[in-house]
T-cell receptor, first 117, second 112 residues
Framework: DSGVTQTPKHLITATGQRVTLRCSPR?????VYWYQQSLDQGLQFLIQ???????AKGNILERFSAQQFPDLHSELNLSSLELGDSALYFC????????????????FGPGTRLLVL | GESVGLHLPTLSVQEGDNSIINCAYS??????FIWYKQESGKGPQFIID?????DKRQGQRVTVLLNKTVKHLSLQIAATQPGDSAVYFC???????????FGTGTRLQVFP
């Protein structure tokens, strides 16, 4: 158990809908990351938050957004869902004291499996 | 573009043998490398990491080797066990970012 929790475990929804995925980082970790894992793209970095503020952005669609709250949990919002958004979504956390200079071990949660029908 | 490990091979080994999983990376500015194990239905699990100022690091039954000259990373698992069966990913990051770039992974199958 990595100490990172994610809910829900599974999510089934229809095209055009909006969903929210939730993540709680390990105790003491200030950085939260979101990754998408699909069969054809592998694990792709979406976005990083550090202590409530966006720190880095990856290949995140404009239909997707995220935020990190004062209690450090994070939510990933996916809207106008398309079939191709079906994937595993992982949250990871790290201590975050590296100032964005890399080299921090990231610990992953169990993921949320999203199926868009 | 950036890439780490361009294919998903399968490595089959007999229980008790040593396993070597390889990974090629393309960004010469990468200075932190990490190996994850992912079992079916679970999230990636941290195994071991290494920084670019080192060429070898050992953990419990695992060793990571880094060859910066040819941009190659390997994970060695000693005395492979059935519980080691999983997909193994290498990932990298460079000095100015925390984000990890993942390879496509290698599936390790352990036979009794």
């Amino acid at each position: 158990d990595s100490g990172v929790t994610q809910t829900p475990k599974h999510l089934i929804t229809a095209t055009g809908q909006r969903v929210t995925l939730r993540c709680s980082p390990r105790s003491g970790d200030l950085s939260v990351y979101w990754y998408q894992q699909s069969l054809d793209q592998g694990l792709q970095f979406l976005i990083q938050y550090y202590n409530g503020e966006e720190r880095a952005k990856g290949n995140i669609l404009e239909r997707f957004s995220a935020q990190q709250f004062p209690d450090l949990h994070s939510e990933l919002n996916l809207s106008s869902l398309e079939l191709g958004d079906s994937a595993l979504y992982f949250c990871a956390s790290s201590v975050g004291d590296g100032g964005g200079r890399g080299g921090e071990t990231q610990y992953f949660g169990p993921g949320t499996r999203l199926l868009v029908l | 573009g950036e890439s780490v490990g361009l294919h998903l091979p399968t490595l089959s080994v007999q229980e008790g043998d040593n396993s070597i999983i390889n990974c090629a990376y393309s960004n010469s500015a990468s200075d932190y490398f990490i190996w994850y194990k992912q079992e079916s239905g679970k999230g990636p699990q941290f195994i071991i990491d290494i920084r670019s100022n080192m060429d070898k690091r050992q953990g419990q039954r695992v060793t990571v080797l880094l060859n910066k000259t040819v941009k190659h990373l390997s994970l060695q698992i000693a005395a492979t066990q059935p519980g080691d069966s999983a997909v193994y990913f290498c990932a990298e990051s460079s000095y100015n970012t925390d984000k990890l770039i993942f390879g496509t992974g290698t599936r390790l199958q352990v036979f009794p």
